[in-house]
């Protein structure tokens, strides 16, 4: 377990929202949310391991490792009970503590899974990264996480986020593909009992909405929401359609 870096804003300490992105992100993946959740929530913001300016573990991780580190940073926090919200591999630590901890209130999944495909592709990934660096696989992973349009029309928001990835620390990103090359939680979603939102875009290559459909239909009580246009990291893509969504699932 370790300490992470966060982010934290808003002053209602009797509503704690907590955000955790994808992999090859940082705390920015969540600005229009941590703007938009701030006026009504204690909205905390987290980077994985070897993500943004979270420490570096070397080696393996699992999700069970990544949601440790998340429970240990709000012990330091002071933080009990807490609604979550995660994207992709955020979704899947999100997963795995709305299911195994009692501290979870609520929970929304965004352009997640319980199984993110077979294993070998993940361990390829990391190799890659641990040998070859991150900026081929940041080229990669943007036209993943935006749609085409999205992409022609906002340069200088894509070049940002590209940047962000080629930025994470190659042994924080291949651990983290490390975790998901093990992740399978497709047999526990009946575990979680609290209420859940799914979001999915239309257009997301990685998680499409039939993916989110099923989480929201084995959970105990869960809803499916897709956006449209939308690709694979909607929290930037649609900010106002994701904020709207989030701030009607967390006001209870």
Not at 84 to 96: E, F, P
Not at 206 to 211: A, D, G, L
Request: hydrophobic share 40%.
């Amino acid at each position: 377990m370790t300490v992470l870096h966060h982010v934290s804003y808003g002053s209602n300490r009797d509503s704690t929202v907590v955000l955790l992105g994808s992999i090859g992100s940082n705390t920015d993946m969540w600005l229009p949310q941590l703007d938009a959740l701030s006026h009504e929530h204690r909205v905390i913001a987290l980077d994985h391991r070897g993500h943004g300016r979270s420490p570096v573990i070397p080696g393996s991780a699992s999700v069970a490792d990544l949601a440790a580190d998340v429970l240990k940073t709000l012990d330091t926090l002071g933080v009990e009970k807490f609604k979550i919200a995660g994207v992709s591999l955020g979704g899947a630590v999100a997963q795995y503590l709305a299911a195994t901890s009692d501290r979870v209130e609520s929970a929304a999944f965004l352009c997640t899974s319980p199984k993110f495909g077979e294993p070998g592709p993940w361990r390829e990934r990391a190799a890659a990264a641990r040998t070859a660096g991150m900026a081929s696989i940041a080229d990669g992973s943007i036209p993943k996480w935006f749609s085409p349009d999205f992409i022609t029309e906002k340069p200088a928001t894509s070049d940002h986020y590209r940047t962000m990835i080629a930025r994470t620390d190659s042994e924080g990103y291949a651990s983290c593909c490390d975790a998901l090359a093990g992740w399978d939680f497709t047999d526990r979603l009946g575990e979680i009992a609290v209420p859940v939102l799914t979001i999915a875009g239309d257009a997301d290559p990685s998680t499409p909405p039939e993916v989110l459909q099923s989480i929201a239909d084995k959970v105990q009580d869960g809803r499916a929401e897709v956006l449209s246009p939308g690709a694979h990291v909607p929290t930037v893509e649609r900010p106002e359609a994701v904020n709207k969504l989030l701030q009607a699932h967390f006001a209870n």
